[in-house]
């Protein structure tokens, strides 16, 4: 049973670039969330995808944006790259229905 | 918004000792879960407890959701505990957005 996957596992990129995090979810589950954590921080929510759309958003700015395709993975795009986007982007996916999220091994992504 | 408090922030132990990590939260939810992260980032759950008890070897998780806290049990610690523990709860009117609580940093020493 296949569990969360992300990629890439880092990522370097210089201020005002653009870049795209990939997450496929868990076998059977329908649902993808995101989530940041910055050093020595608590991961926060940045927001859910569910049938392709946005379900519910955190508090993070419209440079954050995402997609959900047919086969639930689910992509996070971040425009415009501030230093303060360097972190640890967590996936992780659940069932509709709610219960049991399990996330991904991450994406680490350094600003310069 | 709801307040996730996890306590205490740091532990450091002795190989072999017993520990209990408190998550306090401030408001009704549905989902409560215990995760373990590794050094290299994984979030490891541990277990989904929005009430009750439950065990899992040297693990066990108590949620008395009707006085909003929840404990981790560790016993018999071993050098492989050691890490960041996080308590993460979800709202019943807010989906599966998971708050996280800022986490209990934990060391085992030989």
């Known amino acids: 049973d296949a569990g969360v996957t992300q990629s890439p596992t880092h990522l370097i990129k210089t201020r005002g670039q653009q870049v795209t995090l990939r997450c496929s979810p868990k076998?059977?589950?329908?649902?993808v969330s995101w989530y940041q954590q910055a050093l020595g921080q608590g991961p926060q929510f940045i927001f859910q995808?569910?049938?392709?759309?946005?379900?519910q958003r955190g508090n993070f700015p419209d440079r954050f944006s995402g997609h959900q395709f047919p086969n639930y993975s689910s992509e996070l795009n971040v425009n415009a790259l501030l230093l303060g986007d360097s972190a640890l982007y967590l996936c992780?996916?659940?069932?509709?229905?709610?219960?049991?999220?399990?996330f991904g091994p991450g994406t680490r992504l350094t600003v310069t | 918004g709801i307040q996730v408090e996890q306590s205490p922030p740091d532990l450091i132990l002795q190989e072999g000792a017993n520990s209990t990590l408190r998550c306090n939260f401030s408001?009704?939810?549905?989902?409560l879960q215990w995760f373990h992260q590794n050094p290299w980032g994984q979030l490891i759950n541990l277990f989904y407890?929005?009430?009750g008890t439950k065990q899992n070897g040297r693990l066990s998780a108590t949620t008395v959701a009707t006085e909003r806290y929840s404990l981790l049990y560790i016993s018999s610690s071993q050098t492989t505990d050691s890490g960041v523990y996080f308590c993460a709860v979800a709202l019943y009117n807010q989906g599966g957005k998971l708050i996280f609580g800022q986490g209990t940093e934990l060391s085992v020493k030989p």
């Open positions: 408001d009704s939810v549905n989902n």
């Open positions: 407890i929005p009430s």
């Open positions: 992780a996916s659940s069932f509709s229905t709610g219960g049991e999220q399990y």
């Open positions: 995808y569910y049938e392709e759309e946005e379900r």
């Open positions: 076998s059977g589950h329908d649902t």
